[in-house]
């Protein structure tokens, strides 16, 4: 998992389906700005950005994000990102009661403020797209299962 991977398989996927920076930009609702910093390996994309690119392109996000090299297409749900929340919060609650786990522990495990975190459950923000891969990793899981596009 690098940014270097996802701005690499971001612009490989661009190049397979002749998808311009400024076309990538309106399909996923974001500034040709982000598209320049998410391809120069500056940043990631955040959550609903990155479901949106994996929509675009018919890939899995653990798949752009470099925690998979195997590139499905059209096994995933499409998902608006505004439903991603209450699913994921579902998923880390139910992680943290099967393994009896408090908001304390679990954000010591992610290394993640404990008011980080809380923002996180009650205040309906989602966590950036680099605390998504390492909850996921914590929870042994994809990152399209915490935002519900596994099918």
């Given at each position: ?50 479901i949106?690119?994996a ?43 099967q ?9 010591k ?25 390492k ?10 299962f ?6």
């Amino acid at each position: 998992m690098s940014l270097e991977i996802f701005a690499t398989r971001l612009v490989e996927l661009m190049k397979e389906d002749n998808v311009s920076k400024h076309s990538l930009a309106n399909k996923v609702k974001s500034e040709r700005k982000s598209i320049r910093l998410w391809l120069g390996g500056k940043f990631y994309p955040r959550y609903d950005a990155l479901i949106r690119i994996a929509d675009t392109f018919d890939v899995s996000v653990n798949y752009l994000l470099g925690l998979s090299d195997k590139m499905p297409t059209n096994n995933f749900k499409k998902i608006e990102p505004a439903d991603c929340h209450a699913i994921f919060v579902a998923r880390v609650k139910a992680f943290m009661s099967q393994n009896k786990m408090t908001e304390y522990r679990i954000s010591k495990e992610l290394k993640v403020g404990q008011t980080t975190f809380k923002r996180w459950f009650s205040e309906g923000v989602m966590p950036e797209t680099a605390s998504l891969i390492k909850v996921a990793e914590l929870m042994d899981e994809s990152v399209d299962f915490l935002l519900g596009r596994e099918i």
